[in-house]
């Protein structure tokens, strides 16, 4: 299989996209038009009919932007909550999105030591063990990659790091500096070498990523770094073939001129993490002082949004000279 940071890249260039759309649904915020197809469908149970809920607005959502951009990011945190019908949800969602064409991000956040982080990276990238011997793979390969946490160190990194070999082509995002304000409480903390706790990460994650450069010089080892903290260039300068995942665009408060520090020269080695603003945007766009779209017309709102977004981030990768593969 192509190595993951190959096929990322592709798909940014093909798409002329860096945005990733995060699938981040809040059912509070499902317009009603999909939430009473849900119920009709699930015979009065309502919590079949909010697993089905979820997984319709996402399909909407994933018809209406796959052309538009490379990259899909179900968080797993709005669905499991529901039990084992919402990770159906999660599962069929994923699956969608690889039907797609879209390069698949499980945004999961998993880690753990030894046989544990091991269970983890079989359940979401590879295969499991069934009691004849047999093996079953739980989402039938559509993840191409995950986001896990890089801070228990290599004992919990490896048994993901195995999935980035070209035996299995796929991709792990390790924490390295996040985009939530509390992340300095831990995150920028100054180490007696002089280092934030960040940085000694980022080190780590590009000593990891190493074998596993390919031909575009970017390894599939990768990392999670925050459009909101000025650490972006530092941590660039210490993950030159690190791509970055950038959450924090958008509804965080990330800018599209702030997260120019984490592209290379090219606009190359980065995607950029839009979620609320892109699939609840039928509840801001405006036509002078009236909602642009109606809440039934919430797919062709985020189709609107996500086109907006690449262009507002590509403008700016423009301003200071980093599109050429946008051009």
Do not use: H
């Not at 035996?167 to 007696?192: H, M, R, W």
């Not at 780590?204 to 909101?228: F, H, M, P, Q, R």
């Amino acid at each position: 299989m192509a190595n993951f940071a190959e096929r990322l890249f592709e798909a940014v260039e093909k798409k002329k996209s860096p945005l990733c759309v995060g699938l981040d649904p809040r059912i509070g915020k499902i317009p009603e038009c999909i939430k009473e197809q849900a119920i009709e469908t699930a015979s009065g149970d309502m919590l079949a009919a909010t697993a089905e809920a979820l997984y319709r607005f996402n399909t909407a959502i994933i018809e209406a932007v796959a052309d538009v951009v490379p990259v899909i990011k179900p968080n797993i945190a709005f669905y499991e909550k529901f039990g084992p019908l919402g990770f159906e949800a999660y599962i069929k969602t994923v699956k969608s999105a690889m039907d797609a064409g879209l390069v698949v991000l499980g945004d999961v956040k998993r880690g753990d030591i030894g046989s544990t982080s091991g269970s983890y990276a079989n359940e979401f990238l590879g295969k499991v063990g069934l009691i004849d011997g047999s093996k079953f793979s739980l989402f039938d390969g559509a993840i191409d990659a995950i986001t896990v946490n890089a801070y228990f160190g290599t004992d919990s990194t490896e048994p993901f790091l195995g999935f980035c070999s070209p035996e299995y082509g796929k991709g792990a995002f390790l924490l390295c500096k996040t985009s939530n304000p509390s992340s300095e409480d831990i995150q920028d903390v100054f180490t007696s070498e002089d280092m934030t706790v960040c940085e000694v990460v980022a080190e780590l994650i590009d000593a990891w990523g190493e074998k596993y450069v390919g031909s575009n010089g970017y390894s599939s080892v990768a990392a999670v770094v925050g459009a909101t903290s000025d650490m972006q260039e530092a941590l660039r300068k210490r993950m030159p073939k690190t791509p970055f995942l950038v959450p924090g665009y958008g509804a965080q408060g990330g800018g599209a001129g702030g997260v120019v520090p984490s592209f290379d020269e090219n606009g190359m080695g980065a995607v950029v993490n839009s979620s609320r603003n892109v699939i609840f945007a039928y509840e801001k766009l405006m036509d002078g002082d009236k909602p642009k779209y109606a809440p039934e017309q919430f797919a062709d709102a985020a189709r609107e949004a996500a086109i907006a977004s690449t262009r507002d981030i590509v403008g700016a990768l423009k301003k200071y000279k980093k599109d050429n593969i946008f051009r």
